[in-house]
């Protein structure tokens, strides 16, 4: 839950392999933190991950059996835990996120949440979201016909003022 008591918002950026996904991102969430905003991120691997090293305490501890493991310092926290499925948005906003002002996603490709799709013409393919209801935007190189705002890879702050104005005002 937001600090409000409502429910967090999400926005997904979606888009092909090697679009610039990542690098919106990271340029997206400095502009709304410098606004004053909490943003959460969620990235989906959709063949799994590992963040614990081999021989690592708490790498033995999962080896061990533990269904969840918790790591803790006086500056991070993570949690590593066993699911029999992958799970939607939603979901994990729901059971692991708190105190965020916006979510922002990468990598779930066909969720319902709204989007903005990273497009390179270079591809020479079409969009991911093409007629999804969900599209909210379009950032790349060169605008499709979409029907729906498009925005250079450098314009960040009109970038920011839509998600801005969708969703956090």
């Known amino acids: 839950?937001?600090?409000t008591g409502k429910t967090i918002p999400v926005v997904s950026i979606v888009?092909?392999?090697n679009t610039g996904k990542t690098t919106l991102l990271e340029?997206?969430?400095?502009?709304?933190?410098r606004r004053g905003y909490?943003?959460?991120t969620i990235k989906h691997h959709a063949h799994g991950f590992d963040i614990d090293r081999e021989g690592k305490d708490s790498w033995r501890h999962k080896q061990a059996g533990a269904f969840m493991t918790v790591l803790s310092s006086s500056r991070q926290v993570a949690v590593v835990e066993d699911v029999d499925r992958d799970y939607?948005?939603?979901?994990?906003?729901d059971h692991y996120i708190h105190d965020a002002d916006i979510i922002l996603t990468e990598g779930f490709k066909g969720n319902l949440f709204p989007?903005?799709?990273?497009f390179r013409a270079a591809l020479?393919?079409?969009l991911l979201s093409r007629g999804d209801e969900n599209l909210l935007a379009v950032v790349g190189?060169?605008?499709?016909?979409?029907?729906?705002?498009?925005?250079?890879?450098g314009d960040i702050n009109a970038i920011a003022d839509l998600i801005e104005t969708s969703f956090l005002r």
Not at 27 to 33: C, M, T, V, Y
């Open 124 to 126: 020479k393919d079409d």
């Open 141 to 153: 190189d060169k605008p499709p016909q979409a029907g729906v705002p498009f925005f250079d890879g």
């Open 88 to 93: 939607n948005i939603a979901e994990l906003r």
């Open 27 to 33: 340029k997206i969430i400095p502009e709304l933190n």
């Open 115 to 118: 989007k903005i799709e990273v």
């Open 1 to 3: 839950m937001a600090k």
């Open 15 to 17: 888009g092909k392999s």
């Open 38 to 40: 909490r943003v959460a």
